[in-house]
């Protein structure tokens, strides 16, 4: 009889065929439970403690999600997926999660007829592509003008946040700031970056009703002399930089050698009509306002103050960038290159205020600013984080809206409207073979995103999805689940309605990562870290901890 080969290291674990596959089903499932509560505007909230001792409270599945450290890799793929969700649109974080683990779940009984997974992912796709036309078919356009139209939208996205209590002020917020940054490109295209020039402000103290959005930028920074530099002016003229206004330090261990005193002195000299230098080219452009990303010298500063400029110094860059577009100024890389077009005058007014123990400088009141702050206020530093979370969706939303104007029915409505598509057209002879099977699964797994919200307000459950199935037989496409009391109620009269890119990106998502996750059929852990060697070496290099260094031997002789 023939021994047994040893390929792999014994240290090595391995799963694979069915055993790898179910794993992976059950990875998702448990993920999906975590969240499944925080679905709806009856959310449950969950309080996170991290390793430090603070706390997280929220019921964003992806603030949630990226709290918990888990083991499974298919666990972490699919942890990952809300992440994509939150950056590309802004919402629907813990639907696409839910969607998800339900997608991996109906596969299950299809695998244990084995069934072959390329089988199962074919029938998967395939229903990819008809809920896409169905979503196309039930979208309308809107008009992104109408404030009150926008502001309805808005609020009923995250009327399952915390802040829904605080009436429409987040969703003010979100689409003043997203109109304020929107540029329009070139061939007709709007551009919204909201990640670079929306910035979201945290100030604890006085009430939420407090936060507002500025009409150009905010930062936490005083002017370099306080005592002597205006800290108020009107109309200012700001001039932005990227340069150090210091004399450049020299390598470590400059040598110099002086024959004679003088030499010092001249040397100092030097130094000091150098900057006088950039401080008189600075001026000569009479601007009021300074502000330079890297050090300025209190030498430059005595220059700047003797001819009335006010200098702000260490700024981060994409604050500057965001005074920039406020002001509409150009930041110069060395003071020689300065023109009069860099310099900004479209803000209003300069100003330095005290909040409670922080100075923060205002650019204000200026003539269509392209970057915004948004000052957030409130009584404590874990409900400015929750508001802040929540804002961030509000923005995602508002944003959506306006780079692709089109709505669908919200409260599940949309998904149990492509379930029953997906149904007709298969009964209709859409698909042939044995990819009838996954075709209609998928129908039936987006049905968990009503059943879930029937759940988390407490109705009966049965009873409510075959009233909601009745209706969308009946061609009734707006009807959905009301989140609050748990109704089957039209969506048109509720007022509830959801960006078509947020619902399309979370069916698209999940459907991939359910295709992905079921084509791994072999599990490998365990695997030692490979050694970094260059070309040619024969050794890894020795790295020293620290602990077993001689120190005499560090010192140079």
């Known amino acids: 009889m023939q021994a047994p080969v040893t390929v792999l290291q014994t240290n090595t674990k391995r799963e694979s065929g069915r055993k790898a596959q179910l794993g992976n089903i059950m990875a998702g499932k448990a993920v999906a439970d975590i969240v499944r509560t925080t679905l709806g505007p009856r959310a449950m909230l969950k309080m996170l403690l991290d390793a430090n001792g603070s706390i997280v409270l929220t019921n964003d599945g992806n603030a949630i999600l990226r709290e918990i450290d888990v083991s499974h ?9 809300s992440r994509t969700q939150d950056q590309e649109v802004g919402d629907g974080t813990t639907s696409v999660i839910i969607l998800a683990g339900e997608m991996l779940g109906v596969a299950e009984q299809f695998l244990e007829r084995n069934l072959h997974p390329t089988v199962i992912i074919r029938g998967y796709l395939k229903a ?57 490109l070139p061939n007709g295209t709007p551009e919204i970056d909201v990640k670079k020039y929306a910035k979201i402000e ?21 002017v370099v002399v306080p005592a002597r530099m205006r800290r108020k002016i009107e109309n200012p003229r700001i001039l932005l930089m990227d340069c150090p206004l210091e004399y450049k330090k020299g ?7 002086l024959s004679k005193e003088e030499d010092f002195a001249a040397l100092l000299k030097a130094e000091e009509d150098w900057i006088k230098g950039v401080c008189d080219t600075i001026a000569s452009f009479k601007p009021d306002v300074v502000i330079t990303e890297k050090g300025l010298s209190d030498l430059a500063a005595h220059y700047l103050t003797k001819s009335g400029i006010s200098a702000i110094r260490r700024l981060r860059k994409t604050d500057n960038n965001r005074i920039a577009r406020a002001c509409g100024a150009t930041i110069v890389n060395r003071p020689e290159e ?89 009964n209709a002879g859409a698909v042939e073979g044995p990819e009838v099977g996954p075709y209609k699964a998928v129908g039936q797994a987006l049905e968990v995103i009503p059943r879930t919200l029937t759940q988390n307000c407490g109705a009966n459950v049965i009873r ?45 998502t999940a459907v991939e ?30 790295v020293d901890s620290g602990d077993n260094v001689d120190s005499e031997a560090m010192l140079p002789e």
Request: negative net charge; hydrophobic residues 40%; aromatic residues 4%.
């Open 73 to 81: 890799p298919a666990a972490k793929s699919i942890i990952d997926l």
């Open 128 to 184: 990819l592509k008809d809920s896409e036309e169905i979503l196309n078919e039930l979208s309308f356009p809107v008009d992104v003008e109408n404030t009150d139209e926008m502001l309805k939208i808005v609020t009923s996205c995250i009327g399952t946040k915390f802040t829904q209590r605080f009436g429409d002020l987040i969703g003010r917020l979100a689409i003043d700031a997203v109109r304020c940054v929107m540029t329009k």
């Open 202 to 222: 945290k100030i604890p103290g006085l009430d939420i009703e407090d936060s507002k959005v500025l009409d150009g930028v905010m930062f936490e920074k005083d």
């Open 251 to 257: 390598e470590n261990q400059t040598q110099v050698e």
């Open 338 to 426: 300065i023109k009069e077009s860099d310099i900004g005058t479209r803000a209003g007014l300069f100003e330095v205020s005290k909040i409670g123990d922080d100075f923060y400088t205002f650019i204000v009141n200026c003539k269509e600013p392209k970057a915004c702050s948004i000052i957030l206020r409130g009584a404590s530093k874990d409900v400015l984080n929750e508001v802040e979370r929540n804002i961030h969706d509000a923005l995602g939303v508002a944003r959506n809206i306006m780079m692709d104007p089109r709505l669908v029915p919200g409260g599940g409505a949309v998904e149990m409207a492509v379930s029953r598509g997906l149904a007709e057209r298969a």
């Open 464 to 508: 409510t999805l075959t009233k909601l199935r009745a209706e969308h037989a009946e061609k009734h496409i707006n009807v959905g689940i009301n989140g609050t009391t748990g109704e089957v109620v039209d969506m048109k009269e509720l007022g509830i309605w959801d960006p078509y890119a947020v619902r399309l990106q979370t069916i698209n």
């Open 513 to 542: 990562c359910a295709c992905l996750l079921l084509r791994i059929d072999d599990i490998l852990s365990g695997l030692k870290k490979k050694d970094k060697m260059a070309p040619g070496q024969t050794r890894a290099p020795q």
